[in-house]
């Protein structure tokens, strides 16, 4: 079988929230998409987020996040990308966002923001077309 | 169902995403200028195998060479990963720069992977002499230890000087992963008797150093004994026995050992000189096999050979061993190079 | 009573004649494969036994309810009378489940809850440092300090908290609930000290820890240690609240986080009774009766669906398993000890309600109001409606969540009759059949060693994750449906307005600021104590958490009376214990 290039995913909890159903389910869900998926599990400091992405050199960083503070979690992600020379890592977030909140998550340059009753083929496909459009 | 939301979210904007607007060039002398986004990307295109990438190795190879490789393997649930955290801890401390290769199964229906080592290595994400990735096996016939390889000769270029590579001792591929070390440690853990198996499986010969982990729990000695008396059975008279140590990677017990048996090995034992030989033939080999066979392959298909044999066996019931000498001889016309 | 061995003969002949003669003609006209209904008849529930299988409620197997009635039917009428108002999460003399910033904050917060009247006691949120065992001054404490809960450092911000706890409301006569697991020790120890510093005898304190460590490797993540030390540390609180308070509930456990997680049915009650059964091992690895503390053990809530039928016989199957587990296996006497007590029974769970269309889950939460009082509990209609849509609810939301309730108690009259589904052909069948398939699935758990093995191989976490996406991807590919989400959507969708004031209890401008002020507390509280002190009660605690046998409780007494920190506390446990790792997915 002949190597192929893929698609590779961090997805990643920062903070200390622990429900992971999410996470786990679009862990799955992109891994049976084809995409190889670094799940690194719970509380992770934006550092160790930023610093897994570079070295992994992931197409995409999912951020997961249900306790509310994901505004300042994504900045301090995104922060960490741009100061790493890796803000062309398409980040994408998704858990409980209030509506109001996603237009500002994406002024900080998230890609897409993902909520409750999403399909994982929504979130592949759309991964899909993006990093195949750069 | 799923539409309108591919609606919703498909006529946004895209952002741009990675652009491969690297050299190979600036690539390679990213990484001798040890910048790490380089290192990363680097490995990504010669993992993808992309074009070039046989020429931007043969620029890394002449950086290489001081790094040693260490590679892990045990059954699933021996600890690994967190051994591979603990050592590479004790490894920083004692001022090495530490490369990292973790390799979890493909799948073999979707092609993707769920890479999950780094859940056991979080206090070590954010060390600097450290550098770690996570590899899927990717399905590679034989092409595994290969990119291995080339993943260890990247690190090695940018300054690693000690690469461990941690891999599930089940498989072929994994196993013909860890042979591509300088030393093999073999993880083995009390009660399950898994340790064991793997012995049977055929890692015995492979492995310089056994190690018994979670050794607080009840059975260690058991498992110490059982090991000892398996290597005391298969040793030649005369030779020294691989060392079997007791860790715990959750209280850190035995890893300060650990390093010093792994250290202390003196390079340039004949025993070495004969494994480098070994390696040596091993990759010249599986480059040669992989070069034939797909210049073979991608002939056969393009010209529609293969297409045309394949209906011959399968309508005209015609033996394959036939089909496979005939078109070998078609391709080199001395049919003796190929028979065998 | 013996069945009549002619009568069952004549039913299920005739059974066997409806299924060729009616069913199957009907399936074949309408070109199915098989029925889509199902009918049960006595054939479905042979040798019932209905003393043995349910019995009456508040007896053994407690089947048909734990009570035949709760505190709040008792007052139903009253209570329609002069306007209560019940807070959710509220039962047995608590107020609202709430709390944020500092303790200053949740005290003023507290404070204003009083002046209108509602005078349950603290039923605390802690924020996610304090579950995780941290100070706010931890890296891990950033952008999270008092944003979920209130943060808690020491026992100064416990004892502020309790400030207006006094007079008619002091700690001897209302009760407090912590909703606390890995860090569950270090609170009750504050509790006792707060009770001790202000006179008053331990065995009058009442109240609920979660202390429910085993469920949160499962599912919920605030976790510190691994599985065995934390199950010592819950042992150690056992004896420790049995001896001293007796009126202080041990723990609330429960499969609910466990079901939100993504665990099937059977797996939240056999994973949830098996937790059950390693906290009562441990009780008695204490040296405890079974009976001296298993009536102190309860409950908070289990199941969570959609599927009605189901959830009334998961209720059902849960109290009759629990009773017997309790029974049989622990050899317990006193019927207490084998009831499951708990304010919720069936529900819907949170994950049941959905972003689109958020008004839907208003029927959905009536649904499982019915649900609920169908099988022995307040019939709530839980969640309100805009719970999906971020953290908060309105006003309107809270109030249509009420008076659904209020429905279905005073005009549906839901909650006036016990167990209405005894005896059903379906419901006796479907109760035994949840039952056995979740013993089976304990008893492969026992096989493993119990619920602290199945928890460090992994076991647990991975089936509810591959439970959790099977799910997913039942409703990716249309197999089960779910309105408005994978169901009779497009493009005639009305977009309807929903109000999303929410009840302004948290002063937002306070959360921006509470980290700072609480770095400031700390930081002064480490300059003022007596940091001798402080080092000798945390060596002595290091000491004799090395031996798994000694109680830890009086050395952790001792480290927050002489104000040692929260973290201080836990990191020293830390150090001797380890931390939990996550395994592979």
Not at chain 1, 4 to 17: F, N, T, Y
Not at chain 2, 14 to 28: Q, R, Y
Request: proline letters at 4%; a negative charge; aromatic letters at 8%.
């Amino acid at each position: 079988m002949e190597p192929e290039s893929k698609i590779r995913v961090l997805i990643a909890k920062p903070g200390l929230d622990g429900h992971e159903r999410g996470a786990h389910v679009v862990a799955y869900g992109l891994r049976d998409a084809g995409f190889e998926v670094i799940y690194t599990g719970l509380r992770q400091t934006p550092r160790q987020i930023v610093n897994t992405a570079i070295q992994e050199d992931v197409d995409v960083v999912g951020l997961s996040i249900l306790c509310g503070a994901h505004l300042s979690l994504t900045q301090m992600v995104i922060n960490g990308l741009k100061e790493g020379g890796a803000e062309d890592i398409l980040v994408l977030v998704g858990g409980i966002v209030p509506e109001e909140d996603i237009p500002r998550l994406k002024e900080m340059g998230v890609g897409e923001v993902f909520t409750a009753g999403t399909p994982v083929s929504a979130v592949s496909n759309f991964i899909r077309a993006a990093v195949s459009a750069s | 169902m799923t539409e309108n939301f591919f609606l919703r979210f498909m006529d946004i904007h895209i952002k741009k995403t990675k652009t491969a607007d690297h050299s190979w060039e600036s690539l390679v002398a990213g990484v001798q200028a040890r910048n790490i986004r380089a290192m990363a990307r680097l490995i990504t295109r010669v993992e993808n195998r992309e074009p070039g990438w046989k020429e931007a190795m043969k620029a890394v190879y002449p950086l290489t060479g001081s790094a040693r490789i260490f590679g892990i393997t045990g059954s699933p649930g021996a600890g690994k990963s967190s051994l591979t955290c603990e050592i590479a801890e004790e490894l920083v401390k004692r001022g090495h720069q530490v490369g990292i290769i973790a390799v979890d199964p493909s799948s073999p229906f979707s092609g993707g992977a769920l890479l999950g080592d780094r859940l056991r290595m979080k206090k070590i994400f954010t060390m600097k002499e450290i550098f770690i990735r996570s590899m899927a096996t990717r399905g590679m016939l034989g092409g595994l230890s290969q990119a291995a390889r080339d993943v260890a000769r990247i690190m090695d270029a940018f300054g690693k000087d000690i690469i461990l590579i941690e891999t599930v001792g089940v498989g072929q591929d994994e196993i013909e992963v860890v042979k591509t070390a300088d030393r093999v440690m073999m993880v083995c853990i009390p009660g399950q008797g898994d340790g064991i198996q793997a012995l049977k499986a055929g890692v015995m010969e492979i492995a310089d150093i056994y190690i018994i982990n979670k050794a607080d729990l009840p059975g260690a000695d058991e498992v110490m004994a059982d090991i000892c008396a398996m290597l005391n059975l298969s040793s030649q008279n005369g030779q020294a026995l691989p060392p079997v140590l007791k860790t715990s990677a959750l209280k850190n017990q035995g890893i300060s050992e650990l390093a010093d048996s792994l250290l202390s090995h003196p390079a340039g034992s004949s025993k070495d000189t004969l494994r480098r030989e070994i390696q040596a033939r091993e990759e010249i080999l599986s480059l040669m096999e992989n070069d034939v066979f797909r210049a073979i392959r991608s002939r056969w298909e393009q010209s529609g050979a293969l297409t045309a044999e394949v209906r011959k066996m399968v309508e005209e019931n015609k033996d394959p061993y036939s089909i496979v000498s005939e078109l070998l001889q078609q391709i080199d016309g001395k049919a003796d190079l190929f028979s065998s | 009573m013996p069945e009549n061995k002619k009568e069952t003969d004549k039913i299920e002949q005739a059974e066997k004649q409806w299924q060729q003669q009616v069913i199957e003609k009907r399936v074949a006209r309408f070109n199915l494969s098989k029925s889509p209904t199902r009918f049960y008849s006595p054939t479905s529930i042979k040798n019932f036994d209905f003393l043995e299988k349910v019995g009456f409620p508040g007896l053994y197997p407690y089947t048909a309810g734990s009570n035949p009635f709760d505190f709040w039917r008792a007052y139903a009428g009253d209570a329609a009378k002069t306007g209560y108002r019940p807070d959710w999460g509220g039962a047995g003399g608590v107020g609202k489940y709430g709390g944020f910033g500092t303790a200053e904050d949740y005290r003023d917060y507290l404070i204003r809850m009083h002046a209108m009247g509602r005078t349950g006691g603290p039923n605390m949120a802690f924020d996610l440092v304090t579950q995780c065992g941290y100070d706010s001054d931890s890296p891990y404490a950033e952008g999270e300090v008092g944003r979920v809960g209130v943060a808690i450092d020491s026992f100064r911000d416990f004892a502020v908290i309790y400030e207006p706890y006094t007079g008619n409301l002091e700690i001897d006569k209302v009760p407090s609930n912590f909703t606390i697991n890995a860090p569950a020790a270090v609170i009750i120890a504050m509790y006792a000290t707060l009770a001790e510093k202000r006179g008053i005898p331990l065995d009058k304190l009442r109240g609920t820890p979660q202390n429910d460590i085993l469920k949160e490797f499962i599912a919920r993540g605030t976790y510190i240690y691994p599985p065995g030390p934390s199950l010592r540390l819950f042992r150690d609180t056992c004896v420790f609240c049995t001896r001293y308070m007796p009126k202080f509930n041990i723990n609330s456990m429960g499969g609910y986080h466990i079901r939100e997680a993504g665990a099937t049915r059977v797996q939240d009650l056999a994973f949830s009774m098996a937790n059950a059964a390693a906290y009562i091992r441990a009780g008695i690895s204490g040296g405890l009766a079974v009976d001296g503390f298993a009536p102190m053990l309860t409950f908070n809530a289990f199941g969570g669906s959609m599927e009605i039928y189901q959830e009334i016989a998961f209720q059902r199957a849960a109290r009759r398993i629990y009773a017997r587990m309790v029974k049989e296996k622990f050899g317990a006497q006193n019927p207490r000890s084998m009831m499951i007590r708990q304010p919720i029974t069936a529900h819907i769970g949170c994950s049941s309600t959905t972003l689109q269309r958020p008004l839907n889950n208003l029927t959905r939460a009536v649904v499982g109001g019915i649900a609920a009082g169908m099988s022995g509990g307040i019939p709530g209609a839980f969640p309100p409606y805009d719970e999906p849509l971020g953290l908060g609810h309105s006003q309107e939301a809270v109030q249509l969540q009420l008076d659904a309730t209020r429905i279905l108690i005073y005009e549906a009259k839901v909650a006036d009759v016990n167990d209405p589904w005894a005896g059903s052909y379906f419901m006796e069948s479907l109760t035994d059949e949840i039952e056995s398939e979740a013993l089976a699935e304990m008893e492969k758990i026992e096989n493993m060693g119990g619920a602290v093995a199945a928890i460090e191989n992994g076991y647990m976490q991975k089936a509810i994750s591959k439970s959790a996406y099977e799910r997913q991807k039942q409703i990716e590919r249309q197999e089960d449906f779910v309105v408005g989400v994978n169901a009779f959507t497009g493009s005639n969708e009305i977009s309807v307005n929903v109000n999303r004031v929410v009840e302004a209890t948290y002063d937002p401008q306070l959360l921006k600021t509470a980290e700072k002020r609480q770095l400031r507390k700390l930081e002064q509280l480490k300059q003022e104590r007596n940091g001798r002190a402080v080092s000798a009660a945390l060596s002595d605690l290091k000491k004799h958490a090395k031996d798994e046998s000694v109680n830890l409780m009086s050395d952790i007494c001792e480290c927050v009376r002489n104000d040692a920190t929260l973290q201080e506390i836990c990191d020293v446990l830390r150090e001797v214990f380890g931390e939990f790792q996550q395994t592979k997915l």
